[in-house]
């Protein structure tokens, strides 16, 4: 399935503004796929993403009126997913106190060169285990530079922080990727 | 300007950042070996794919709430109007009572308005072998909806509508019955 245009996508919600269930569904059934996969980086469980998406959908269809048209439509929709997110998140929090979800972790900085560990992430596996374990917010800037595509200011955006946070929580994820290799790499070598 | 090699590779980057990152790399073989991990990262990313929900489930789900959302809409509007009239006839009474004995006490003849109980809530873990598109068939069929969870244990809680049954052992024992259902207890 080709990605529908931008100016198409305007369309859908012009059509959704005025209250046309149809042009809705036309936008759901061309965007529910990015906006599930989005969702499943930012919460840990399926269920929890079909959820999201779904309020994402249903936020659109409140919504769209409000689309000013200063951003493309899919950062702007990205950005409602990741405020329905926090708003989970929070509830959740507040349900089982998890403060740490919400929070950018400072890692420490792994004893290990990122050279010395470049040869773990030959190994796709590897590579996948690593990215599985960063913490959903650094996920989600992994997700969007290299899944959607789109650029730092726009990550920035979608996520609502500064452009700052997200270089910041690129060193964060290298630190972390570069540690995790190096756990699985590291024995390999040894009994190589 | 390390931080900027993932949005060298997925070529986003202005002519200007981009020639400072090429810089970079030419000077820095720590750059260079950065950019071999993000490149590892972005090669898994295109490859990998997640399993969904289908989408004509959740076209169908949308809809349903969508109209949950109408009805509700068009409630309000009704309450909205409703609540205006009450607050203008306890407007009037007041004025009408101020003038009357201050040491009568008078309430109104319907009492407290009760706030129905419109939604049974279940706790429920679903069967580990279950696939998303086949919870959210079963989540469309019993018209529920997953209003908590997970928790520690895998354990959710759904609304179901007061219609789903007649008492709460009826609805235990009628979930009881879905394979996907491995627990099932009706909070009270």
């Avoid at chain 1, 399935?1 to 198409?8: K, S």
């Avoid at chain 1, 290299?146 to 997200?166: K, R």
């Avoid at chain 2, 949005?7 to 030419?26: I, P």
């Avoid at chain 2, 000077?27 to 993000?38: G, K, M, T």
């Amino acid at each position: 399935m080709t990605l529908p245009d931008e100016a198409q996508s305007r369309q859908w919600l012009e059509q959704i503004a005025l209250g046309r269930e149809a042009a809705l569904e036309q936008f759901y059934r061309h965007y529910h796929g990015q906006v599930f996969q989005f969702a499943r980086r930012l919460v840990s469980n399926d269920a929890d993403a079909a959820e999201l998406a779904n309020e994402t959908m249903m936020e659109v269809w409140r919504a769209a009126a409000r689309f000013a048209g200063e951003s493309r439509v899919r950062t702007w929709l990205f950005g409602i997913v990741n405020h329905r997110a926090i708003d989970l998140l929070r509830r959740r929090r507040r349900r089982h106190e998890h403060a740490d979800e919400l929070t950018d972790v400072a890692d420490e900085a792994p004893a290990c060169n990122l050279s010395d560990v470049i040869g773990g992430a030959q190994d796709a596996r590897h590579v996948r285990d690593c990215v599985q374990q960063l913490p959903e917010r650094q996920k989600a800037v992994v997700h969007l530079a290299f899944f959607e595509e789109l650029s730092y200011p726009e990550v920035a955006q979608v996520l609502d922080v500064p452009i700052g946070t997200i270089k910041t929580r690129v060193m964060h994820a290298k630190q972390r990727l570069q540690h995790c290799l190096a756990s699985l790499f590291a024995p390999l070598r040894g009994l190589a | 300007m390390n931080s900027l090699i993932p949005w060298y590779l997925n070529g986003t980057l202005s002519e200007t950042e981009r020639a400072q990152v090429e810089s970079l790399l030419r000077d820095s073989p720590d750059a260079e070996s950065e950019l071999q991990l993000w490149r590892a990262v972005q090669q898994d990313a295109r490859t990998q794919s997640i399993s969904q929900p289908g989408v004509d489930f959740g076209w169908q789900r949308l809809r349903r709430d969508l109209k949950r959302e109408q009805r509700r809409g068009s409630q309000q509007t009704w309450r909205l109007a409703a609540a205006a009239s009450v607050l203008m006839i306890v407007g009037l009474q007041t004025a009408i009572l101020m003038r009357q004995d201050s040491g009568t006490r008078y309430e109104p003849l319907s009492g407290t308005l009760a706030i129905p109980a419109n939604a049974w809530r279940v706790q429920v873990r679903f069967a580990e072998s279950a696939a998303m598109t086949d919870i959210n068939a079963l989540l469309l069929r019993l018209d529920a909806r997953v209003i908590g969870g997970p928790s520690a244990l895998g354990i959710y809680e759904l609304a179901l509508p007061r219609e789903a049954a007649a008492d709460a052992q009826a609805l235990r024992a009628r979930l009881a019955a879905e394979p996907l259902l491995l627990q099932v207890v009706v909070v009270p």
